[in-house]
């Protein structure tokens, strides 16, 4: 199932816009045409991110924000603002309800595709703690905030000491900020108790993309969120700085609130998966790992598919799993070495484990070979899923000390069916995978259903 994002404006046009950008993109939409609707629909549906309007008739898009916000059950959903406002009260009026982003009008779909994905892999990791750590979503708030007014270590690396003191002010508020003018010694301070980098690129001494590569290849900095700043006017420079990996852009002039808010929802993420992966390694014994990529391994996903079976059984609940395996992997191993192909395992494990939902079990099965099982998912839908991740992984290189690798990865997918045990359905899932190797890899194909023979 695709991520679930509420778009509520009050004006037709608008709304119609951004469901077909946004569905466009393979996300779920559902609308609303009001704050007093939008209120009763989050408390209803699941949802995983909120696009508001800030200004409408009745209840507001900053109240409708404070209401969801204020709710038990909704108060972790995302929400962005969408706004022709621009004045800074306004900024902080919407930061004062809760919003954690904001977007302004006339949308740029550039800059709204990257606010939704940085979101939602917010809202994902979210979800992800909560339930290693067997939090709900009422009691765990005070855990969430006690994580959230955490202060961070920030590394700013800018060669102008006029940009550097821009944007150095809004953030030592609440962060320890260092700045550093040469790209080497940045790379090197970066590998050890940095929470955050922030790079220009609009730098005249250096390359910052090419910081961004550095920094985001080196294995120390793997998880460590950057932010690029650059110019609108240069996109394709912005849009090369999320192929190599950063997580999110601001663009220049700087708005001081925007910023903030970019910062702490990087932050968030980053504190939320630091104590997940705390939590995962208290509980060891009962998470089974494998040590290389840190996903769970065979032992954990056949635990894990358990409850799915079962809910199969009873209750009819549909679901699906994917055998993904990387192509030509042993070639790779042979000419590369075995260090390098542990790096390229790391990376595509990583890219699986952020493309899927947070509901979904994403293991390492053995060797080169991923599964993965969707939850209320069937055999068409997750074909698109796993389509989606294998143009990803295909159309973005893989680098590993400096040098880029075109990796692509071919997949199976089935649906399971009533009766069904996992040997079964894995034997139809692989056998799949078999046959989009055998038509030339980089592909995914479908399982042949029982039921249809």
Known sequence: MAARILVVDDLAPNLNLLEVKLEAEYYGVVTARSGEEAVKLASKEPLDLILMDAMMPGIGGFEACRQIKQNPKTWHVPIIMVTALEETKDRIA????????????????????????SLLRLKMVTDQLLNHTGQTIQNSRSMLDTINRQSGNILLVEDSELRAQRVVEPLRSLHNVVIETDPVTAIRRAKAGIDMVIVSLVSKKFDGLRVCASLRFN??????????????????????AYDIGVNDTLMRPIDKQEMLARVNTSMRRKFYADSLRENFNENLEMVVSDPLTGLGNRRFFDRAIHPLLDAMDTRGEVFSIMVFDIDHFKRVNDILGHDMGDQILKEVAARLVTNMRAIDIVSRYGGEEFMIAMPTTNQADALVAADRVRDLIAGTPIYVDGQALHITTSAGVAEVEKGEQLRDVFRRADDALYKAKQAGRNRVLGARQKKAA
């Open 94 to 117: 919407g930061l004062e309800a809760g919003a954690d982003d904001f977007i302004t009008k006339p949308i740029d779909d550039f800059n709204l595709m990257a606010r939704v994905r």
């Open 219 to 240: 294995e120390e900095n793997q998880d460590t969120p950057i932010l690029a700043i650059g110019d609108p006017e240069d996109e394709a420079r912005l849009i090369r």
